[in-house]
């Protein structure tokens, strides 16, 4: 036998060893990939936070579900299957340290959205109906609020809208963060004495790190994520002998618990367009509000631009984009919130909050 018909001979065993080989590799591959799902944004999650016994713990949503975020991180590292990161307790530090910090959430909620982990991780899981939600954030230093910030809704309160709004700087007013800002779940209470309370659906805006003077095309960097809130309004009559004030914005709007927010903040990165979501809210299951943030007559961009000139703004800051039309001030007759309602609203890809009325 010449060399030519040795060799003939060898070839189909070395093709076996070559696709024995192959089938390892791919094998091994298989694994690697269960035991370190990919580190980039695959899988949309949302932020939450929730009072644990007294401490402030941070939770993960991934498709519907729920889980206690430092309880994730145990599980997932045990056995050395990953190595363990050291995760911020709290979102005001997560915000600190997103960029550090992202990859291994990716990690996380890649595994999780797999399925592969799901006997595990059952564990960490957490049941939103009762789980107390505290804001995502807690606190920021700002609150900001744009008003008559949709035509329709400046038309329903009797404002006289121009065609050339948007060319004007927006109206902001704020609240204070740590008397109004409450968790889903947590209720609205009527102040004693007051009988006009509404209620107002905004896209609240969580800002990722110190912002001052951002132009509007550098705006969606300095943005963390995205959230909801509820503008809670006091359209009541002021103790006023004269009409020195239009309307006092401070007793309107800033009163306790006014601002019920959350439960989850989704990442800038699983938010295309902040500037076209659905948003809608209902009063005991009636629907009374429905629009879309393209109606906004300042979108996000322009909002961050104008309050940026102004102040500087810090990580965890919130500015809420303003409510659309359907509020119970511009219905006829008008509708106000009683003891015993329930509001829920949503925001398309956000989150959506139920909160009681007492």
Not at 78 to 99: C, E, K, Q, V
Not at 269 to 296: C, H, I, R
């Amino acid at each position: 036998m010449n060399r030519q018909d040795n060799n003939r001979h060898r070839l189909p065993g070395v093709s076996l060893f070559l696709a024995a080989l192959l089938l390892s590799l791919a094998s091994c591959t298989e694994t690697a990939l269960h035991l370190a799902p990919s580190r980039s944004p695959e899988q949309a999650f949302g932020l939450a936070q929730y009072d644990g016994d007294g401490q402030i713990r941070l939770a993960l949503s991934v498709e519907n579900q729920l889980y206690d975020l430092e309880r994730l991180n145990a599980l997932l590292s045990r056995g050395g299957r990953w190595s363990r990161a050291d995760l911020p307790s709290t979102m005001l530090d997560l915000l600190s340290g997103y960029p550090e910090v992202k990859p291994h959430l990716f990690r996380i909620a890649n595994s999780l959205a797999s399925g592969a982990e799901e006997d595990l991780l059952r564990e960490a899981r957490l049941d939103p109906e009762r789980t107390p939600f505290l804001p995502p954030v807690t606190y920021p230093w700002n609150l900001l609020n744009a008003a008559v910030n949709y035509r329709r809704h400046g038309e329903e309160m009797g404002r006289e809208m121009g065609e050339d709004d948007h060319l004007d700087d927006p109206f902001i007013f704020a609240k204070s963060p740590k008397a109004t800002l409450i968790g889903a779940g947590q209720p609205v209470v009527i102040p004693p004495g007051r009988a006009r309370i509404d209620w107002e659906v905004e896209l609240a805006v969580v800002i990722g790190k110190k912002a001052s003077r951002v132009s509007r095309e550098d705006a969606p960097d300095y943005v963390f994520g995205y959230t909801l809130l509820l503008d809670i309004s006091d359209r009541g009559p002021r103790n006023r002998s004269n009409a020195r004030f239009d309307t006092d914005w401070f007793a309107a709007k800033s009163r306790d618990g006014f601002a019920p927010v959350g439960p989850v903040i989704v990442p800038a990165e699983f938010v295309p367009d902040p500037n076209n979501l659905a948003l809608k809210l209902w009063v005991n299951g009636d629907l009374k509000q429905d629009s879309n943030t393209s109606y906004m007559i300042h979108d996000v961009w322009d909002l961050i631009a104008f309050t940026t000139s102004v102040q500087t703004l810090e990580p965890g800051d919130i500015i809420a984009t303003g409510t659309p039309e359907g509020v119970g001030a511009g219905r006829n007759p008008p509708e106000f919130l009683r003891s015993g309602d329930t509001i829920v609203a949503e925001i398309e890809g956000i989150t959506r909050i139920q909160t009681p009325v007492r």
